[in-house]
Nanobody, 120 residues
Framework: QVHLVESGGGLVQPGGSLGLSCAAS????????MGWYRQAPGKQRELVAIINSGAGTDYADSVKGRFTISRDNDRNTVYLQMNRLNYEDTALYYC??????????????WGQGSQVTVSS
């Protein structure tokens, strides 16, 4: 079994910053891609940012230049630093990881979700 535990959500003012973290634990042979998705009320879940095992990254156009994704392989942790937040960033943020649980098996895992609310 693999568990992804998120932390760092909360309430922030427009223009402010917030950091999210997500730690994977359990049966882990290796972690490939990790990332963050978000879902706002009435909208589809969308990819925010991804980072692969070689530290290559990709971002949604709406967050480029404002958000930064990073990872610590020794701690099986992915981070999302969010700067210059605006009302449209309000959403439930989910951590994602594609993990080889053994040499032969793999799976996709999700965190529990962290609420990020941007409000004045």
């Amino acid at each position: 079994q693999v568990h992804l535990v998120e932390s760092g959500g909360g309430l922030v003012q427009p223009g402010g910053s917030l950091g999210l973290s997500c730690a994977a634990s359990g049966s882990i042979f290796s972690i490939n891609t990790m990332g963050w998705y978000r879902q706002a009320p009435g909208k589809q879940r969308e990819l925010v940012a991804i980072i692969n095992s070689g530290a290559g990254t990709d971002y949604a156009d709406s967050v480029k230049g404002r958000f930064t994704i990073s990872r610590d392989n020794d701690r099986n942790t992915v981070y999302l630093q969010m700067n210059r937040l605006n009302y449209e960033d309000t959403a439930l943020y989910y951590c994602y990881a594609y993990i080889h649980t053994t040499q032969r098996d793999w799976g996709q895992f999700w965190g529990q979700g962290s609420q990020v609310t941007v409000s004045s």
